[in-house]
């Protein structure tokens, strides 16, 4: 049986602070925990193997890729999120690191029509 350790024994086996753990917590790094709130107050979180393994997961992205918590939050939100993946898409066109997505045929016979159209008009 797989037994549930404490944010304190958990972040030394990450080799990290609780209050570091907290902090990716806050910014949605943890696994979601499904331990309701027991009592009064709040029910302490607990940590599994499985989770660990994910915390984990997510540090060597960090230091793969020389990126904070804070950078890789926001890269799971572009990719969760479609509003914001498409303002990211955007501000990388207009900075000329991403190619605009392919025109699509339609989009280009309208275009085609519409200056055709502005032509006759002189």
């Known amino acids: 049986m797989e037994r549930d350790i404490p944010i304190s024994a958990a972040a030394e086996r990450l080799d990290l602070t609780a209050r570091m753990l907290r902090y990716r917590e806050?910014?949605?790094l943890l696994p979601v925990t499904k331990e309701p709130p027991t009592g009064r107050g709040h029910r302490h979180r607990r940590f599994s193997e499985a989770d660990l393994r994910t915390i984990a997961a997510g540090l060597e992205l960090?230091?793969?890729y020389d990126i904070?918590?804070?950078?890789?939050a926001f890269a799971l939100r572009v990719l969760a999120e479609p509003a914001t993946m498409a303002r990211v898409r955007s501000y990388g066109e207009r900075l000329g690191r991403l190619a605009p997505p392919p025109a699509r045929?339609?989009?280009f016979e309208q275009r085609k029509a519409q200056r055709?159209?502005?032509g006759q008009g002189r």
């Open 26 to 28: 806050a910014l949605g």
């Open 62 to 64: 960090e230091r793969n």
């Open 68 to 72: 904070t918590p804070a950078a890789l």
């Open 105 to 107: 045929a339609l989009d």
């Open 116 to 118: 055709l159209l502005r």
